[in-house]
């Protein structure tokens, strides 16, 4: 992508199909079936799972963050910040060794009002984390690399001195390994369209990548390229 800082835009005529989990269910695969967790590795709700070398690691809401070493059969609870509640919505490890996880502060009463993108690393196999706050975002929902320096996570934002809630989609880039993060601009004006957010982001090559979205609620799909 060479820090690329627009995309350009594609509207696709689909449904956006929902799965909402209760509770941190994990089903692994044998041969052709799944098996149920059982315990579950997390009473809270696991939002995404990757396999980095022998390793297993999920995160989800309520500060999830757990990981196995044993093919799923045990796993431990990992903790970035216990002080926030944080709904993390993806992971990626771009090495081994470090890896990162993305989310934003769950509305736990309703005089939580708090909003802010998190994206939290790990230099050790995730025994600790190191909190960081991505400006102007309320909520990260997906994150990737394309080199062990640079990276793209996206999700949704609010603009400085909007305080009508406003939120809209943004994409962020780093090219320090994540020491600092740099929103990117589209090349047309649905991101800036209110109530719309992005939901994933991955590339087929280090030239081309994909942004996915659509509306909070309802609406057609996007597709940045």
């Known amino acids: 992508m060479n820090g690329r800082a627009t995309w350009s835009t594609r509207v696709l005529q689909c449904a956006i199909a929902v799965l909402i989990a209760c509770t ?3 089903s692994h695969a044998q041969s052709t079936s799944f098996n149920l967790q ?8 696991l939002h995404d799972i990757q ?11 309520q500060n999830a963050l757990v990981k196995s070493t044993d093919n799923g059969a045990t796993w431990t609870q990992l903790r970035g910040d216990d002080n926030a509640m944080t709904a993390f919505r993806d992971l990626y490890f771009p090495v081994s060794g470090r890896g990162w996880a993305v989310g934003g502060y769950q509305r736990i009463r309703p005089a939580d009002t708090v909003k802010a993108g998190v994206a939290e690393w790990t230099n050790d196999n995730g025994a600790t984390w190191t909190r960081e ?18 990276g793209y996570a996206v999700g949704r934002g609010r603009e400085v001195g909007d305080f009508f809630a ?14 600092t993060w740099t929103r990117q601009g589209t090349a047309n004006g649905i991101a800036n369209m209110p109530q719309v957010e992005f ?24 597709r940045y390229t």
């Open 133 to 150: 706050i991505l400006q102007q975002a309320t909520c990260l929902n997906g994150i990737t690399f394309t080199s062990a320096t640079q």
């Open 38 to 45: 059982n315990p579950s590795p997390s009473t809270a709700g």
């Open 199 to 222: 939901k994933s982001v991955a590339f087929a090559n280090n030239s081309t990548g994909y942004i996915i979205g659509g509306a909070f609620r309802s609406g057609a799909g996007l």
């Open 24 to 26: 941190g269910v994990v």
């Open 51 to 61: 396999s980095v070398g022998s390793a297993l690691y999920a995160v989800g809401s």
């Open 166 to 179: 406003n939120e809209k989609a943004f994409a962020y880039i780093t090219v320090d390994n994540g020491q």
